[in-house]
């Protein structure tokens, strides 16, 4: 089970990779923002309160906590308000004071070595279908001009909520444990607080339709062992994406963490889905391969999936099979994909992309390498990476790059590609470039809306080799938005079938 297979070697990576998305994102706790002189006394006893009631038949809750003068001298409180004033869905009451109307009180005093109660109560309809998912808003304690705030969490819609109920050990993150072979269908929304774990030998099934959002830095954990199989359809794919649900938001990156599978099944499977604006898209980390331990398979097959707005990687795998059919990748702050450590990656009809212009973006849309590197050694694994009629393309001067060490083989292949890369790169070695199209403006309908179909006159128009499709026929015939791929007798490079 999860805390009992962790090694060592493993937490450790989680926890760098914990303090990078910290570092990307928001926290899950508040903490003090701006906490000097008498402040410094008064501390929450809950930084985070979390209402974790759904809602179901009520639409009121009450949660209480203190706040504390870890002091010997008293504090004047110049006062206590909710962030979002009248409008808030909450209000509280402190030592016996009301809100009222403009959820603030005024002028208090705490004496040293004391504290004083808050009762908050938050009023949500969980009925209405267009509120949203979760409700935040902030306790904020002022004295002076310093302050400090206590964040209030509530869920919205009557929605099924996964929320932490431990911390995995030596790696502070909040967690849960999916029921085993549970089943996810369209009928709510599923939302995640903290990590939601498909634990070892399980296996989680999401039918089509469905709708997942992860709260702050929420994640999707499948676990050595265990499967994921997402059976969206073309007109009803699966949804993974934040909470914020406003137009604002609609393709703001970095709302949550990332889909994380790791070693062990042979099944999982991604169809019809789109992965956006979190920090990874798609993470399959081969941790018995990093423990120089590679033996064990792993397999993710993806068909007609679109992941894009990640603050940080599309997708990422370390020593991992993965077989791709009609991918879209765009629109991320480092790489679109990377493939590292080995593995075996095979990348049909697919477009990778990266327009990103959030901030500077010092890595191509594609990587390869053969290695890993730890803090004593250099572990290298075999690389077999091919892309069959795609796409790599973006705003930077070269989109792909790759890196190797000689103790194990590096192969790839770009067959029939269009391929935005640096001009001195060398494509005369056919067993790596064979029939590409170098450099070529792809003409994409609206690359700054994120339309990736190609238009008349483009370079990947009829360039695709069509033994590609009717070699995998089930899954090629038909592109990303359903077009037939051999209308013309010759398919086109990428996701998309003009017109």
């Known amino acids: 089970m999860i805390d009992k297979r962790i090694r060592l070697a493993q937490l450790n990576r989680m926890i760098i990779l914990i303090l990078l998305v910290s570092a990307l994102t928001s926290s899950f706790s508040s903490c003090s923002d701006n906490e000097i002189g008498p402040l410094s006394q008064l501390s929450f006893s809950r930084d985070t309160v979390l209402f974790d009631t759904v809602f179901t038949q009520m639409g009121s809750h009450t949660e209480a906590f203190l706040i504390r003068n870890t002091g010997s001298q008293p504090v004047q409180i110049s006062r206590v308000y909710l962030g979002g004033a009248s409008a808030s869905s909450y ?57 400090k705030r206590a964040m ?15 911390t995995l050990s030596g790696s502070n993150i909040p967690y849960s444990i999916i029921p085993c072979d549970m089943v996810w269908t369209a009928e709510k929304p599923y939302v995640i607080v903290g990590w939601a774990v498909v634990d ?40 993974f994406q934040g909470t914020r649900l406003e137009y604002k938001y609609r393709n703001d990156p970095g709302q949550w963490d990332r889909i994380l599978i790791n070693e062990g099944s042979t099944q999982n499977v991604i169809r019809n889905a789109v992965i956006k604006n979190g920090f990874i898209g798609l993470q399959c980390d081969n941790y018995k391969a990093i423990a120089n331990n590679p033996g064990t398979p792993n397999q993710l097959t993806l068909e007609n999936v679109i992941i894009q707005n990640m603050s940080g990687l599309g997708i990422y795998t370390n020593n991992y099979n993965l077989t791709g059919y009609n991918l879209l990748i765009n629109n991320c702050g480092q790489y679109s994909a990377a493939f590292a450590y080995g593995g075996n990656i095979k990348l049909y009809h697919s477009t990778i992309v990266n327009y990103w212009s959030r901030s500077i973006r010092n890595f191509p849309a594609l990587f390869m390498n053969n290695f890993y590197a730890t803090q004593t050694n250099l572990l290298s694994q075999p690389l077999s990476a091919n892309f069959y009629n795609c796409i790599v393309y973006g705003n930077a001067e070269t989109e792909i790059g790759w890196d190797s060490v000689t103790a194990s083989t590096m192969q790839f292949r770009f067959d029939h590609c269009l391929i935005k890369m640096h001009p001195d790169i060398s494509t005369v070695n056919t ?40 070699s995998h026929n089930n899954e090629l015939l038909f592109d990303l938005k359903g077009a037939n791929r051999l209308w013309t007798g010759k398919p086109d490079l990428g996701a998309y079938e003009y017109p």
């Open 91 to 147: 209000r509280f009451n402190i030592n016996g004071y009301p809100g009222g109307t403009n959820n603030m009180v005024e002028d208090i005093e705490i004496e040293g070595n004391d504290s004083m109660y808050v009762f908050v109560e938050v009023t949500i309809d969980p009925n209405n279908g267009t509120a949203p998912l979760i409700y935040e808003d902030s306790l904020v304690v002022e004295v002076g001009n310093a302050y």
């Open 152 to 166: 209030l969490v509530s869920f919205g819609q009557d929605a099924i909520y996964f929320y932490p109920t431990d």
């Open 200 to 239: 070892s030998d399980c296996k989680l099934t999401i039918q089509p339709g469905t709708r997942i959002h992860f709260f702050n830095n929420g994640a999707l954990w499948v676990y050595q062992d265990a499967t994921i199989r997402v059976l969206g359809e073309r007109e009803n794919p699966v949804v």
């Open 431 to 470: 067993n790596r470039f064979y029939e590409i199209v170098k450099n070529a403006d792809p003409k994409f309908s609206d690359s700054y809306n994120q339309d990736f179909r190609v238009k008349q006159g483009s370079s990947a128009i009829d360039k695709g080799d069509p033994s590609f499709v009717t």
